[in-house]
């Protein structure tokens, strides 16, 4: 198995698949293709005061609170957007990007942490550093899910709360591929706090699925329609990919990986892709980032990989969500020593 890349176009930071166009953020605008990254129309922009001017250095722009992280899409035909630590959203048939109001949410989520509900809605789950006021005792704070009513009106209100000292955060929210109306929950980052978990009614009620410690810490899920797989996010100990089957009956330890997963991706094909977070941490034993591919959802291996950069930020590949069509797959390096900041468009090959 190999992967041959296809294409490559700097700058772009690709979000999610919208049908057949690839949306994708670069310096203050955001972009679609359907032609896989061969042209691009810009759709929005983000900031129309003096801010813009600091997403045009790449090394200001790392280190700011102006980098774009996260677009999705919710309701008819908006669009809400992570800048920094900022919240900010489109309007259908507006070209620029303004501020969120009222957002309970005044910290930036993680990736996976925006999820449009069935019927359109918003919905944001905290990742918060949640040490509690009393650092010295490692307290921890309720955590919520919460769901934005109407965002013209800055309504908001919490959907789901974890109770005081049951989690740290919230790592996912992912949407089920195979179950209409299903909902999926990640949470971390203790043995204790790290859960998966479903929702059937937008997270009015979660359903516990698996709970092994950091065997069960991760921030993306993938589905088949027999298994739920995942990658381990730990630094604390062995990092690997796992597949649950659906009844709970089965799982199995696929196969072992030298740092953290983060994200996931399928393509039409029904290849699936994790990927690997180069940081701190004593079951961390690579300098590298890889992306990790399977055509038979049995064996995984790595297919590419590129050395982390000195900087501060973790070195790793970002998966868009939605599905890739054919035997691609799409993903964006950061804080690579070769192509930092670069959208990579490959097709896996037997």
């Not at 190999?2 to 972009?31: M, Q, V």
Request: glycine share 8%; hydrophobic share 35%.
């Amino acid at each position: 198995m190999k992967l041959e890349i296809t294409r490559t176009c700097p700058g772009f930071f690709p979000h999610y698949f919208d049908g057949a166009w690839l949306i994708a953020s670069r310096r203050n605008g955001l972009y679609r293709t359907n032609n896989m990254g061969q042209s691009w129309e810009r759709i929005g922009r983000f900031y129309s005061g003096w801010r813009r001017a600091l997403t045009y250095i790449r090394l200001i722009e790392r280190i700011s609170n102006c980098a774009v992280s996260d677009v999705i899409p919710f309701g008819e035909g908006q669009l809400f957007a992570i800048t920094g630590n900022r919240q900010r959203w489109q309007e259908k048939g507006n070209f620029t990007f303004q501020t969120v109001n009222n957002s309970p949410i005044g910290h930036r989520p993680f990736r996976r942490n925006l999820l449009r509900g069935c019927d359109g809605s918003l919905f944001v789950a905290e990742y918060v550093d949640n040490f509690g006021e009393d650092r010295g005792d490692n307290q921890r704070e309720p955590v919520y899910i919460y769901r934005c009513e109407d965002i013209k009106k800055g309504i908001w209100h919490p959907v789901y709360q974890f109770d005081k000292a049951s989690i740290r955060h919230i790592h996912a929210l992912i949407h089920d591929e195979i179950i209409k109306n299903r909902s999926w929950v990640c949470t971390g980052d203790a043995d204790d706090e790290s859960f998966i978990y479903y929702s059937d009614d937008e997270f009015q009620t979660l359903t516990l699925f698996a709970a092994d410690g950091q065997n069960t810490r991760t921030c993306d899920l993938l589905f088949t329609e027999d298994f739920v797989y995942w990658g381990v996010d730990s630094p604390l100990k062995q990092s690997g990919i796992i597949r649950k089957s659906r009844d709970g009956a089965r799982t199995d330890w696929l196969c072992d990986v030298p740092c953290p997963v983060y994200f996931g991706a399928t393509n039409a094909n029904g290849h699936l892709f994790f990927t690997t977070c180069v940081e701190p941490g004593p079951s961390v034993t690579s300098s590298h980032t890889e992306l990790y591919a399977s055509v038979d959802g049995e064996s995984f291996s790595s297919v590419f990989s590129l050395r982390a950069d000195f900087m501060p930020q973790y070195s790793m590949f970002h998966l868009p969500k939605g599905q890739a069509p054919d035997n691609t797959v799409v993903f964006y390096a950061r804080a690579t020593l070769r192509s930092e900041n670069t959208l990579f468009v490959g097709q896996l090959r037997p």
